[in-house]
C-alpha cells in the first residue's frame, strides 16, 4: 500500500503575521511536490525539516497538480509536511501565534532567529509596528559565523540574526533567556522547562510536555536508533550483555529518529527482529553524512564508532 503524505498550506494574517486560515492534502510521491518546490528542498528528501515560503506561482502549481482547493489572495503562504497523528496538544502552541499572544498578555517572550542576510525576518514589519506604538520592546542580536555558509541553492548566510520581542514589563527574560542558552554541558530537561517558563507557558502546560517527551522517549543531545538483525548477530549482542553491536561482514540499514515513531512500513523495510539503541545524535548523523535523513547505512567497519556512541543497552523490541 502506497504511503500517503499530509501537507498543509497556511495563509498569515496580514496584520498579526499569524495563521488565519489553512488547508490539509495528501502526497503519494514525494518527488513530485520536491520538484515543485525547486531547489529549497533538493537537501530535504522528506520535505519535513523546513517550512517553504511559497509564492503565487507555487501555489498555483500546488493547486493544479494536486487539485487543491486555497484561495490565499494576497496573504503570505506557507507550506509544512503534517505531523502524523499522534495525541492533540491540550493547550494552543505558541509558534505560529507570537504577535497575537503577546498582545493578548498569554505570551511573555519570543524570539525569532533566521540566518542573515537579510537583517529582518519575515514579519518583522507586522512586530515593529506594535514596538513603534510602545507595546512592544525589542532587542537584536547578531552572532557572524566563522567564514559565510553556502546554501544549496546558492544564497550566502554571513551569520544568524536573532530578533527578541517581549510585552512592556518583561524586558528581563530576554536577558534571562540568553543565560540559560549559554549554560554548559547540553541542553536538558530543567532548561527545557526554564524556557517554557520565559516564553509564558503555565505549569499545567509544562508538565504535559515533560511528560510527553517521556512517552516519546525523547533524551536531548540522544537519538534512537533501529535496525533487524539475524538469529546469529542477535545471540552476539546478548553475549555482549546487550551493551555492543555485532561484527558484522555486512552493511547495516538502519532508521534514527529523535522520537519514539517507527512506522509500519519502516518497520517492513527493517525485517522481522527488530532492536533499538540510543546514541549521542551530533557525531552518529556526523558519522552518517546524511543528518537531515532518518534512513542510513551503516558500513561494515562503521560498527565500532557506532559502538562507542551507545548511550544506553541495546533492546530487542520485535522477535
Known sequence: MTERHRFILQAYHPEYACPAFE????V?????????????AQDDPQLDQKLYHLDPTDIEAIR?????AFEAGERDVVLFKADEPDEDTPYLSHTGYELPLMLDGRKKLANMYFEYPPHRHPHEDQFDRFVA???LHKEVDVEPFDKPIKSITGKVFDGVRTAYYTPKG?????QAFRLIRKTKGGWNDTLERLEGMLYGYDDWQNDWWEEYRRRKLRQFGTSL???ALSPSELAAVEQSGFRALPTLDRSLKVISSFDDDLTEDERRQLGSTLIRFRVKAAPFLGLMGSP????????????????????????????
Open 23 to 26: 488547508t490539509m492534502f495528501t
Open 28 to 40: 503519494e510521491r514525494l518527488e513530485e511536490l520536491q520538484l515543485l518546490l525547486g531547489p529549497d
Open 64 to 68: 493544479q497538480r494536486f487539485d487543491v
Open 133 to 135: 506604538e510602545g507595546l
Open 170 to 174: 518583561e524586558e528581563w527574560r530576554i
Open 225 to 227: 536508533v533501529y535496525a
Open 292 to 319: 537531515r535523513e532518518r534512513g542510513h547505512v551503516v558500513r561494515a567497519e562503521q560498527i565500532k564508532d557506532v559502538n562507542a556512541l551507545l548511550v544506553e543497552k541495546i533492546e530487542v523490541i520485535a522477535q
